[in-house]
Protein backbone atom coordinates (compact mmCIF):
# COMPACT_ATOMS: atom_id res chain seq x y z
CA UNK A 1 0.00 0.00 0.00
CA UNK A 2 1.06 3.71 -0.42
CA UNK A 3 1.22 6.66 1.40
CA UNK A 4 0.65 9.88 0.64
CA UNK A 5 1.02 12.79 3.33
CA UNK A 6 -1.68 15.41 2.43
CA UNK A 7 -1.14 19.16 3.87
CA UNK A 8 -4.39 21.17 4.03
CA UNK A 9 -6.26 17.91 4.23
CA UNK A 10 -9.32 19.25 6.59
CA UNK A 11 -9.44 21.81 3.40
CA UNK A 12 -11.89 21.94 0.92
CA UNK A 13 -9.83 20.30 -1.98
CA UNK A 14 -7.75 18.62 0.49
CA UNK A 15 -11.02 16.51 2.06
CA UNK A 16 -11.76 15.75 -1.59
CA UNK A 17 -8.67 14.71 -2.45
CA UNK A 18 -7.80 12.30 0.77
CA UNK A 19 -11.45 10.47 0.36
CA UNK A 20 -10.60 10.20 -3.14
CA UNK A 21 -7.21 8.34 -2.33
CA UNK A 22 -8.35 6.20 0.57
CA UNK A 23 -11.30 4.77 -2.19
CA UNK A 24 -7.81 4.06 -4.32
CA UNK A 25 -6.31 1.89 -1.69
CA UNK A 26 -3.74 4.33 -0.50
CA UNK A 27 -2.90 5.10 2.86
CA UNK A 28 -3.71 8.75 3.50
CA UNK A 29 -2.07 11.31 6.72
CA UNK A 30 -3.61 14.56 6.61
CA UNK A 31 -2.20 17.42 8.61
CA UNK A 32 -3.55 19.16 10.87
CA UNK A 33 -2.41 22.17 13.65
CA UNK A 34 -3.11 20.11 16.65
CA UNK A 35 -4.41 16.77 17.57
CA UNK A 36 -7.87 17.98 18.95
CA UNK A 37 -8.36 18.92 14.87
CA UNK A 38 -7.60 15.32 14.26
CA UNK A 39 -12.00 14.80 14.41
CA UNK A 40 -12.19 17.13 11.24
CA UNK A 41 -10.60 15.17 9.17
CA UNK A 42 -12.23 12.54 6.35
CA UNK A 43 -12.81 8.74 7.88
CA UNK A 44 -10.39 6.81 7.70
CA UNK A 45 -7.34 9.51 7.24
CA UNK A 46 -4.80 9.10 9.80
CA UNK A 47 -3.95 12.55 11.34
CA UNK A 48 -0.50 14.12 11.59
CA UNK A 49 0.13 16.81 14.18
CA UNK A 50 2.42 19.43 12.63
CA UNK A 51 1.15 22.93 14.01
CA UNK A 52 2.18 25.92 12.06
CA UNK A 53 3.53 25.22 8.63
CA UNK A 54 6.53 27.57 8.33
CA UNK A 55 10.15 28.00 7.82
CA UNK A 56 10.84 26.07 11.53
CA UNK A 57 8.10 23.30 10.98
CA UNK A 58 9.45 20.02 12.30
CA UNK A 59 8.32 17.43 10.58
CA UNK A 60 10.45 15.12 12.79
CA UNK A 61 10.02 11.29 11.10
CA UNK A 62 6.50 12.20 10.21
CA UNK A 63 7.21 11.97 6.83
CA UNK A 64 9.03 8.43 7.59
CA UNK A 65 7.64 5.52 4.90
CA UNK A 66 5.59 8.72 2.92
CA UNK A 67 6.00 7.84 -0.72
CA UNK A 68 4.29 11.49 -1.69
CA UNK A 69 3.47 14.42 -0.43
CA UNK A 70 0.77 16.33 -1.59
CA UNK A 71 1.14 20.33 -0.71
CA UNK A 72 -2.23 22.38 -0.61
CA UNK A 73 -1.73 24.42 2.43
CA UNK A 74 -0.81 27.74 2.29
CA UNK A 75 -1.59 31.51 3.65
CA UNK A 76 -4.56 32.31 0.88
CA UNK A 77 -5.94 35.72 0.32
CA UNK A 78 -7.03 37.95 3.32
CA UNK A 79 -10.12 40.60 2.95
CA UNK A 80 -8.77 42.33 6.08
CA UNK A 81 -4.82 41.78 6.53
CA UNK A 82 -3.64 42.91 10.23
CA UNK A 83 -0.11 41.64 9.80
CA UNK A 84 2.72 44.30 10.20
CA UNK A 85 4.29 42.88 7.04
CA UNK A 86 1.58 41.05 4.87
CA UNK A 87 4.12 39.87 1.96
CA UNK A 88 6.31 38.47 4.51
CA UNK A 89 3.61 37.12 6.23
CA UNK A 90 3.02 35.28 3.09
CA UNK A 91 6.35 34.58 2.20
CA UNK A 92 6.79 32.18 5.74
CA UNK A 93 4.14 30.26 4.66
CA UNK A 94 4.01 30.01 1.40
CA UNK A 95 7.94 30.08 0.33
CA UNK A 96 9.56 29.44 3.37
CA UNK A 97 6.91 26.94 4.55
CA UNK A 98 6.99 24.68 1.42
CA UNK A 99 11.21 25.18 1.17
CA UNK A 100 10.97 23.11 4.46
CA UNK A 101 8.85 20.59 3.90
CA UNK A 102 9.95 19.95 0.36
CA UNK A 103 13.59 19.45 2.01
CA UNK A 104 12.37 17.05 4.68
CA UNK A 105 10.71 15.68 2.58
CA UNK A 106 13.27 14.73 0.27
CA UNK A 107 15.35 13.62 3.40
CA UNK A 108 12.99 10.97 4.30
CA UNK A 109 12.90 9.64 0.64
CA UNK A 110 9.66 11.10 -0.23
CA UNK A 111 9.55 10.16 -4.05
CA UNK A 112 7.12 12.85 -5.70
CA UNK A 113 5.76 16.18 -3.96
CA UNK A 114 2.89 17.99 -5.89
CA UNK A 115 2.63 21.68 -4.97
CA UNK A 116 -0.74 23.50 -5.75
CA UNK A 117 0.16 26.89 -6.96
CA UNK A 118 -2.46 29.38 -8.42
CA UNK A 119 -3.63 30.48 -11.78
CA UNK A 120 -2.16 34.16 -10.06
CA UNK A 121 0.90 33.92 -11.24
CA UNK A 122 0.20 34.40 -14.50
CA UNK A 123 -2.06 36.82 -13.97
CA UNK A 124 -5.26 38.11 -13.17
CA UNK A 125 -6.69 38.63 -16.63
CA UNK A 126 -6.47 37.49 -19.91
CA UNK A 127 -6.42 40.08 -23.05
CA UNK A 128 -6.91 37.96 -26.60
CA UNK A 129 -4.64 35.16 -25.87
CA UNK A 130 -5.18 32.71 -22.64
CA UNK A 131 -2.93 32.07 -20.09
CA UNK A 132 -0.22 29.32 -20.80
CA UNK A 133 2.65 27.69 -19.04
CA UNK A 134 5.02 29.57 -21.77
CA UNK A 135 3.86 32.66 -20.56
CA UNK A 136 5.28 35.22 -18.19
CA UNK A 137 5.06 35.13 -14.83
CA UNK A 138 3.02 38.37 -13.64
CA UNK A 139 1.87 37.60 -10.09
CA UNK A 140 -0.48 40.56 -9.82
CA UNK A 141 -0.98 40.30 -5.62
CA UNK A 142 1.02 39.33 -2.72
CA UNK A 143 -0.65 35.82 -2.37
CA UNK A 144 0.09 35.00 -6.01
CA UNK A 145 3.89 36.51 -5.55
CA UNK A 146 4.36 34.16 -2.55
CA UNK A 147 3.23 31.41 -4.95
CA UNK A 148 5.43 32.11 -7.73
CA UNK A 149 8.70 32.69 -5.46
CA UNK A 150 7.51 29.02 -4.04
CA UNK A 151 7.62 27.70 -7.15
CA UNK A 152 11.00 28.94 -7.83
CA UNK A 153 12.58 27.62 -4.52
CA UNK A 154 10.97 24.26 -5.31
CA UNK A 155 12.24 23.62 -8.70
CA UNK A 156 15.97 24.51 -6.98
CA UNK A 157 15.58 21.61 -4.54
CA UNK A 158 14.10 19.11 -6.97
CA UNK A 159 17.37 19.71 -9.07
CA UNK A 160 19.48 19.74 -6.31
CA UNK A 161 17.71 16.52 -4.02
CA UNK A 162 16.27 14.40 -6.53
CA UNK A 163 13.02 15.07 -5.44
CA UNK A 164 10.15 14.85 -8.42
CA UNK A 165 7.93 17.80 -8.05
CA UNK A 166 4.73 18.78 -9.94
CA UNK A 167 3.36 22.18 -9.88
CA UNK A 168 -0.41 22.89 -11.34
CA UNK A 169 -1.94 26.07 -11.15
CA UNK A 170 -5.67 26.35 -11.08
CA UNK A 171 -8.32 29.14 -11.51
CA UNK A 172 -11.04 29.59 -8.79
CA UNK A 173 -11.65 25.81 -8.19
CA UNK A 174 -15.62 25.45 -7.56
CA UNK A 175 -17.85 22.83 -6.12
CA UNK A 176 -19.61 21.49 -2.33
CA UNK A 177 -18.26 23.17 0.35
CA UNK A 178 -15.86 26.02 -1.35
CA UNK A 179 -14.81 28.70 0.80
CA UNK A 180 -16.51 31.95 0.01
CA UNK A 181 -17.61 30.02 -2.99
CA UNK A 182 -19.33 32.26 -5.90
CA UNK A 183 -21.94 29.31 -6.63
CA UNK A 184 -23.52 29.54 -3.68
CA UNK A 185 -23.73 33.12 -4.06
CA UNK A 186 -25.23 32.46 -6.99
CA UNK A 187 -27.51 29.11 -5.92
CA UNK A 188 -28.91 32.35 -3.02
CA UNK A 189 -29.55 34.57 -6.48
CA UNK A 190 -31.34 32.27 -8.93
CA UNK A 191 -33.46 30.82 -6.26
CA UNK A 192 -34.24 34.52 -4.83
CA UNK A 193 -35.46 35.01 -8.52
CA UNK A 194 -33.62 38.31 -7.93
CA UNK A 195 -32.59 40.38 -11.56
CA UNK A 196 -28.77 40.29 -12.15
CA UNK A 197 -27.51 43.22 -14.63
CA UNK A 198 -24.89 40.94 -16.19
CA UNK A 199 -26.36 39.76 -19.26
CA UNK A 200 -23.71 42.14 -21.06
CA UNK A 201 -20.44 40.74 -19.97
CA UNK A 202 -19.65 38.13 -22.75
CA UNK A 203 -15.39 37.86 -21.41
CA UNK A 204 -14.61 34.09 -20.91
CA UNK A 205 -13.17 32.71 -18.09
CA UNK A 206 -11.88 29.25 -16.58
CA UNK A 207 -12.61 27.39 -14.00
CA UNK A 208 -12.35 23.66 -12.76
CA UNK A 209 -14.25 21.67 -11.07
CA UNK A 210 -12.88 20.33 -7.69
CA UNK A 211 -13.06 16.51 -8.63
CA UNK A 212 -11.33 17.45 -11.72
CA UNK A 213 -8.78 19.10 -9.46
CA UNK A 214 -8.38 16.06 -7.91
CA UNK A 215 -8.25 14.28 -10.73
CA UNK A 216 -5.53 16.40 -12.48
CA UNK A 217 -3.81 15.60 -8.69
CA UNK A 218 -3.93 12.27 -8.98
CA UNK A 219 -2.81 11.97 -12.61
CA UNK A 220 0.62 14.19 -11.57
CA UNK A 221 1.33 11.58 -8.89
CA UNK A 222 1.47 8.66 -10.80
CA UNK A 223 2.48 9.74 -14.24
CA UNK A 224 5.98 9.34 -14.75
CA UNK A 225 6.35 12.14 -16.88
CA UNK A 226 4.47 14.37 -14.52
CA UNK A 227 7.99 14.84 -12.62
CA UNK A 228 9.40 18.16 -12.94
CA UNK A 229 6.65 19.99 -14.76
CA UNK A 230 4.35 22.58 -13.89
CA UNK A 231 0.89 22.74 -15.39
CA UNK A 232 -2.24 24.65 -16.00
CA UNK A 233 -5.29 23.04 -15.22
CA UNK A 234 -8.97 23.84 -16.52
CA UNK A 235 -12.52 22.47 -16.84
CA UNK A 236 -11.18 22.84 -20.67
CA UNK A 237 -14.84 24.81 -20.97
CA UNK A 238 -14.42 28.54 -20.48
CA UNK A 239 -17.61 30.34 -20.06
CA UNK A 240 -18.79 33.75 -19.34
CA UNK A 241 -20.70 35.18 -16.21
CA UNK A 242 -23.84 35.13 -17.75
CA UNK A 243 -23.12 31.65 -19.10
CA UNK A 244 -21.97 30.05 -15.62
CA UNK A 245 -25.17 31.64 -14.08
CA UNK A 246 -27.32 29.70 -16.64
CA UNK A 247 -25.71 27.03 -16.12
CA UNK A 248 -26.49 27.29 -12.05
CA UNK A 249 -30.26 28.37 -12.99
CA UNK A 250 -30.30 25.22 -15.51
CA UNK A 251 -29.63 22.60 -12.56
CA UNK A 252 -32.06 24.38 -10.15
CA UNK A 253 -34.68 23.87 -12.72
CA UNK A 254 -34.93 27.50 -12.84
CA UNK A 255 -34.30 30.59 -15.47
CA UNK A 256 -31.92 32.95 -14.67
CA UNK A 257 -32.94 36.57 -14.92
CA UNK A 258 -30.29 38.43 -16.71
CA UNK A 259 -30.39 42.13 -18.09
CA UNK A 260 -27.49 44.11 -19.73
CA UNK A 261 -26.01 47.50 -17.58
CA UNK A 262 -23.11 49.19 -18.55
CA UNK A 263 -19.43 48.05 -17.30
CA UNK A 264 -18.90 51.12 -15.80
CA UNK A 265 -21.31 51.29 -13.87
CA UNK A 266 -21.03 47.53 -12.47
CA UNK A 267 -17.72 48.92 -11.69
CA UNK A 268 -18.53 51.97 -9.96
CA UNK A 269 -21.40 49.83 -7.87
CA UNK A 270 -18.83 47.65 -6.75
CA UNK A 271 -16.18 49.96 -5.56
CA UNK A 272 -19.39 51.71 -3.82
CA UNK A 273 -20.35 48.20 -2.04
CA UNK A 274 -16.32 47.53 -1.54
CA UNK A 275 -16.40 44.43 -3.64
CA UNK A 276 -14.08 46.14 -6.36
CA UNK A 277 -12.16 43.20 -6.71
CA UNK A 278 -15.56 40.36 -6.60
CA UNK A 279 -16.90 42.57 -9.84
CA UNK A 280 -13.54 42.78 -11.44
CA UNK A 281 -13.22 38.98 -11.54
CA UNK A 282 -16.85 38.94 -13.28
CA UNK A 283 -15.95 41.38 -15.93
CA UNK A 284 -12.76 40.58 -17.14
CA UNK A 285 -11.62 37.48 -19.09
CA UNK A 286 -9.12 35.04 -17.37
CA UNK A 287 -8.82 31.93 -20.09
CA UNK A 288 -6.29 29.11 -19.85
CA UNK A 289 -5.31 26.95 -22.47
CA UNK A 290 -4.59 23.70 -20.45
CA UNK A 291 -3.67 21.18 -23.36
CA UNK A 292 -0.36 20.57 -21.84
CA UNK A 293 -1.25 18.19 -18.91
CA UNK A 294 -3.55 16.71 -21.30
CA UNK A 295 -1.28 16.43 -24.36
CA UNK A 296 1.83 15.40 -21.66
CA UNK A 297 -0.03 13.13 -19.40
CA UNK A 298 -3.12 11.93 -21.50
CA UNK A 299 -5.19 13.88 -18.95
CA UNK A 300 -9.13 14.71 -19.45
CA UNK A 301 -11.71 16.29 -17.00
CA UNK A 302 -13.86 13.65 -16.13
CA UNK A 303 -16.66 15.75 -15.44
CA UNK A 304 -17.94 18.76 -17.74
CA UNK A 305 -19.04 22.61 -16.23
CA UNK A 306 -22.55 21.31 -16.86
CA UNK A 307 -22.43 18.07 -14.66
CA UNK A 308 -19.97 19.82 -12.34
CA UNK A 309 -22.20 22.60 -11.31
CA UNK A 310 -25.17 20.21 -11.26
CA UNK A 311 -23.38 18.13 -8.76
CA UNK A 312 -22.30 21.53 -6.57
CA UNK A 313 -25.99 22.40 -6.70
CA UNK A 314 -27.66 19.26 -5.93
CA UNK A 315 -25.09 19.57 -2.74
CA UNK A 316 -25.98 22.88 -1.65
CA UNK A 317 -29.81 22.32 -2.10
CA UNK A 318 -29.73 19.20 -0.21
CA UNK A 319 -27.37 20.60 2.60
CA UNK A 320 -28.88 23.66 3.15
CA UNK A 321 -31.67 22.79 3.45
CA UNK A 322 -31.75 19.91 5.60
Not at 22 to 38: C, E, I, N, P
Not at 230 to 244: H, K
Request: with cysteine; hydrophobic share 40%.
Amino acid sequence: MSTIAITGATGFIGRTLASFMKDRGWRVLGTVRASDQAGTLPDGVEPLVIGHIGSGTDWGRSLDGVDAVVHLAARAHVARDRASDPLAAFREVNVAGSERLARMAAEAGVGRMIFVSSIGVNGNYTTGAPFTEAGEPCPHDLYAVSKWEAEQALSRIGRETGLEIATLRPPLVYGPQAPGDLTARIIRMVERNLPLPLAGIKARRSYIYSKNMVEAIFTCLTHPRAAGQTYLVSDGQDVSTPEFIKHVAGAMGRSARLFPCPMALLRLAGRLAGKARTVEGLLTALEIDSSKIRMDLDWQPPYTVSVGLAETVDWYMTHERS
